[in-house]
């Protein structure tokens, strides 16, 4: 009898645990691999990380690396270094990283010069931005994959222009929807939206080129005191947001806006729930529009580009930039009933980890 081939699936980061989730449980089941999780702690705040492995029945990871905050350089130089010792002591037949985080791209790095496959899950993603992180992560990761696993046609053309082989281009769909449909019935249960009546807009917001520079974050406040005027609007607050909010002038401005309720960051159940029945959602988040586009919730995307236009070509979802009057203009015609009508798109069916796996267990 052949020995279970050892794959390490590496996640560090919040989006990473859903997309992780359903192939760590398809790979468990099959028999044919000893599947190996590897957390980085890119992510180590418990609503960020920790509550993910409570809420999905996940077991504790393998390994924890524990490397924390710091800058792009220093962060992705800690992953490097305690996950080279990973490797060395596991010697995995296969290395699985999802999306386009620090923990992707320096484990792809490490794994590669040590000479091990690499399994990219959600290859292929481009906003054709440079100055976003995560493309330049998700340009890097891709060159080096052997296995490059998209989620969409788009995604593949993008690897052909760039002069990635067809044959190791998979077209799977999305793992992040098997784990939505996994548990939208426990999402659909919770009560937790409740808390904040039957109507409400839900708001995320990250990004550098969004909460960094003041100008622009005040810009989108601007437009968010347009909005609360006409409906709650329900914020998690990010902690890199928060940083950001200390400043005097915009959390003046914050503080004005009555009808704008922060939380904390909240676990996946909770917030899943806040939108599944959300009025719209406001996001700059790349995992929301596919997910808003799944469970037909308008998606008003405040990002200048996406890596994911299928949400817009075939999902609910409208790119909106950082323009104050764009963004209010938009909301209130969703408000008022005009929404943008969507569908599912192809492979976006709750088997992508399956076929995954179907492709490991015939080419590994």
Known sequence: MKAAKKIILVAGARPNFMKVYPVYKALAKNGKFKPVLVHTGQHYDSN???????????????????????????QTARIMMEFEKVCLDEKPDIVVVVGDVNSTLACSLTASKLLIPIAHIESGLRSFDREMPEEINRLITDAISDYLFVTCMDG???????????????????TMIDTLK????????????????????????????????????IG???ALDVIQKRIKIVFPVHPRTMNSMSNPE??????????????????????????????LVLTDSGGIQEETTVLGVPCLTLRRNTERPVTITEGTNILVGDDPDRIAREAVRIM?????????????????????????????
């Not at 980890?353 to 492709?359: G, T």
């Open 220 to 222: 989108i406040l601007k």
């Open 336 to 364: 008022e009933g005009r929404k943008k009508k969507g569908r599912i798109p192809r492979y976006w069916d709750g088997k992508t980890a399956d076929r995954i796996v179907k492709v490991l267990e015939e080419r590994l």
């Open 182 to 217: 996994t548990f939208k019935p426990r999402i659909g249960n919770s009560g937790y939206w409740k808390k904040y009546g039957k109507e409400y807009a839900l708001l995320t917001l990250h990004r550098p080129s969004n909460v960094d520079g003041r100008k622009t974050f």
């Open 48 to 74: 960020m990380s920790g509550n993910f492995f409570k809420d999905f029945g996940l077991p504790a990871p393998d390994i924890y690396l524990g490397v924390g905050s710091a800058s792009h350089a220093v």
């Open 250 to 279: 915009i959390k003046k401005k914050i503080k004005k806006m009555d009808n704008l309720i922060l939380t904390g960051p909240l676990g996946y159940m909770d917030f899943m729930s806040l939108v599944m029945n959300a009025k």
């Open 156 to 174: 593949k053309r993008n690897l052909l222009n760039e002069g990635i082989p067809g044959k190791k281009i998979f077209f799977v769909g999305n």
